[in-house]
């Protein structure tokens, strides 16, 4: 900075700016608090159906979401404008002190560009011996003046980076970057380059304690968006993957990895967190690095100038974070592409270690060598990105390929297009691999289970869906077509890998409106007898519905409930949507436009008997996996029901695995509002004391007793819940109501046995 620049600096315009960014914070927090407790919360309450499920309702929450960005951006922009203003305006008074100073030593400062000089203004002829010998003087001003000049200009360089960072980091809308003065956010910036530049360093020159400084920088910054980009941008794309390349080699990462090897997995997930965060910025650089990642998926990293590939050590990073959705769509087809050149368009598999290669990945779960691994795992955090990878094309019946069908029912085989979904679902040829314990590793499929999970929920995996959760869209339902279709053209690709059964679990468990479509004798049209409308108002869907065949639904109920988080997942969920129907059906208050039918017996019957044959679907499951002898097996079930209460936030009724999303009204299968008292309330109840006192229990069990114990105990909830639904409304006689529930419930539970054996001849449930 000039020294007349800042001498003769007016901060009247950058008051006024800062008064303005003032004045804008305190409009956006109104508007903010208006869109949530207004906009957002009004739209969770309505009744949304059909295109406005799907679309208006997610776009009013995210509009909501951006108002809460613009005041987080706003706020952090006023505190930067404010801090820099009041530093310079302080440098400003510090530089005219300086220059009075110096004026009562005979000393004058000029400024010129490109510098100022300071010298004595005593004429030569007036200079006393003592005049001539000011040097110090001279140099004293000029070092104090020169410090307070790189101060300025210190604040005002940073200052304007940050700001230009902030307002370059999203091209549409706003980012959500909250610092608290101009400080932090230089300070961000400062280690961003001090932490990328140990990164840049030989892997045989780091030491441990330049390790340690890095994996704490990065954890300390944890969701820093614009130390994030700063860091990924001066690191490179290159530089990233040669840096964990380098490190996991231990030829060149010795030292570092003799004294920091055991805390290796920590920087992996602190520096694929970095790297996640900073791929959500739009700015030039970082479409640079994610486009230059892109193209490394396929290319050597390794010493040796051929394995690993760029895709096999970038996946290895993703396991952590949300990765922003375009980059992992075009990165996963990059690496599609990289995964047909190296097995022959799916022929044979790829992607073995051999003893000598360096571990990858460093969770212990597998060796890292098969990038789908961790890339998968990056799926089941960003589930919009993997909807749109699953649903892509694999090959085409015009590729070189042997997956071949019965093309047109002749019996001759024609080659036939398989999706992302088809190839890695039902026919890679996965990997071998080994966890750190020795033992096959599971990740590979246990992560494809998850990525499922997101990409048919629409929320990541491992999480509940909440209000939030946008109804299901047509490429979630499609997917999860397919994905019943497939269990159902062939269990054992679930039950042979049971591990897959808790993410399985709850995406049946999320689609349970549309299963119970797919397993009612209720006419799509109104009926002849005029006693229903049509399914579609007994089972309201909001958004898309996923068309099922109800032998495939028996089928992937039947190898869910082989396993007891799956088994869980379903019968809580089940349980309270039953809840929830006769809560809604029976309210003498429902619209008449979505009034399914005016006999309430009727409707009590149909939803209980429905549930039966859920529930007694998901028991014959268990009873194939406990088995004929008597044992502990049938514990695990029922502690399995009874954590499934843990899952549930806010407390009974608020969580049980059927959202919003997936029905007409926020009254049905709602995650909210369904506080103590309510029907989904009092069922949840039973369900929950009953799981949790079966558990505790000395006797031991077989299948068949599980089996036939949970017909009464199925039966007892859903009197339970048409009692509760026939006293809150009055609609039906509470005794008429709970008896027509349990006998109809018992009866579903019964049926299911003969649609069972019919769908899976020859298990263990033949009676």
């Not at 089996?707 to 026939?726: F, K, L």
Request: charged residues 25%; proline residues 3%; hydrophobic residues 35%.
């Amino acid at each position: 900075m000039d020294l007349d620049a800042l001498r003769k600096a007016d901060f009247t315009l950058l008051d006024d700016a800062v008064d303005d960014w003032s004045t804008m914070v305190g409009d956006l927090e109104t508007l903010m608090d208006s869109a949530e407790k207004g906009l957002h919360t009004a739209a969770n309450k309505a009744n949304w159906a059909g295109y406005n499920a799907t679309v208006s309702r997610e776009f009013i929450g995210k509009t909501a979401g951006e108002f809460t960005d613009a005041h987080s951006q706003a706020s952090s922009i006023h505190k930067i404008l404010a801090d820099t203003r009041d530093e310079l305006k302080l440098y400003k008074g510090q530089l005219t002190d300086a220059i009075e100073r110096g004026r009562q030593k005979n000393l004058t400062v000029i400024g010129h560009e490109g510098g100022f000089t300071v010298t004595t203004n005593v004429p030569p002829e007036g200079r006393s011996q003592e005049d001539r010998d000011n040097k110090g003087d001279i140099t004293a001003l000029r070092d104090e003046i020169q410090g307070i000049l790189d101060k300025a200009t210190e604040s005002d360089t940073t200052a304007g980076s940050v700001l230009t960072a902030i307002a370059d980091r999203s091209k549409l809308g706003f980012s959500d970057v909250d610092y608290a003065d101009r400080d932090s956010a230089a300070k961000a910036f400062e280690d961003a380059e001090e932490l990328a530049d140990l990164a840049k360093q030989k892997p045989e020159d780091l030491s441990p304690e330049e390790f340690d400084r890095l994996n704490k920088g990065l954890k300390d910054h944890a969701g820093d968006e614009l130390f994030a980009e700063r860091f990924a941008d001066r690191l490179g794309a290159r530089g990233t993957l040669d840096f964990w390349t380098g490190l996991n080699d231990p030829h060149s990462a010795w030292k570092v990895g003799q004294a920091r090897g055991d805390q290796y997995d920590d920087l992996q997930k602190n520096l694929g967190l970095t790297l996640a965060t900073a791929t959500q910025s739009d700015n030039a650089a970082m479409t640079t690095w994610k486009s230059n990642m892109v193209d490394l998926v396929d290319k050597p990293v390794g010493r040796s100038g051929g394995f690993p590939l760029g895709g096999q050590v970038m996946s290895n990073l993703m396991r952590w974070g949300d990765y922003d959705d375009r980059f992992l769509v075009d990165y996963g087809d990059k690496l599609i592409e990289t995964e047909k050149k190296f097995t022959g368009n799916g022929r044979h598999g790829a992607w073995g270690r051999t003893g000598g290669d360096p571990l990858l990945n460093r969770t212990g779960t597998d060796s890292g060598w098969d990038p789908m691994t961790g890339y998968l795992k990056a799926l089941s955090n960003s589930p919009d990105a993997a909807t749109e990878f699953f649903n892509d094309t694999f090959v085409t019946k015009d590729e070189d390929h042997d997956f071949t069908h019965d093309t047109d029912g002749d019996g001759k085989q024609g080659r036939r297009t398989l999706s992302n979904f088809d190839y890695l679902f039902e026919e890679r040829d996965w990997p071998q691999d080994q966890d750190d314990k020795g033992e096959d590793s599971i990740a590979g499929r246990n992560y494809l289970a998850a990525a499922l999970e997101a990409a048919t929920t629409g929320h990541a995996a491992g999480e509940m869906p909440t209000v939030d959760t946008p109804a299901h869209n047509a490429g979630q339902a499609k997917l999860m077509e397919n994905l019943v279709a497939s269990i159902g053209d062939d269990p054992e690709r679930l039950t042979k890998y049971g591990y897959m059964s808790d993410s399985i679990g709850q995406i049946t468990s999320e689609y349970l409106p549309d299963m119970n479509r797919a397993m009612s004798n209720v006419p799509r049209d109104s009926d002849p007898e005029g006693k229903w409308h049509n399914i579609e108002k007994l089972f309201p869907v909001a958004g898309c519905e996923a068309e099922l065949q109800h032998t495939d639904v028996t089928k992937i109920l039947f190898a869910v409930g082989q396993n007891e988080e799956g088994y869980a997942a379903v019968e809580v969920g089940q349980k309270a949507y039953m809840g929830k129907l006769m809560d809604y059906h029976l309210d003498p208050n429902l619209n008449e436009s979505q009034r399914v039918s005016n006999d309430n017996e009727l409707i009590i019957e149909q939803i209980a008997s429905n549930s039966g044959e859920v529930s007694g679907t998901l028991n014959l499951g268990a009873r194939e996996a406990i088995g004929s002898e008597a044992s502990d097996k049938d514990k695990s079930y029922e502690q399995s029901v009874a954590q499934r209460k843990n899952w549930i936030s806010g407390g009974i009724g608020t969580a049980v695995g059927v959202g919003t999303s997936f029905v007409a009204t926020p009254w049905v299968g709602a995650l909210v509002g369904g506080t103590a008292g309510t029907v989904t309330s009092v069922v949840l109840e039973s369900v929950f004391q009953d799981a949790e006192g079966h558990a505790l229990e000395d006797a031991r069990k077989d299948g068949g007793q599980f089996w036939q114990e949970g017909q009464a105990r199925n039966g007892a909830i859903a009197e339970d819940g048409a009692r509760a639904a026939a006293e809150k409304y009055k609609s039906v006689d509470v005794g008429d109501a709970g008896m027509i529930a349990r006998k109809a419930a018992e009866q579903g539970y019964i049926n299911s046995r003969s649609i069972v054996e019919g769908a899976a001849p020859g298990s263990m449930t033949a009676f």
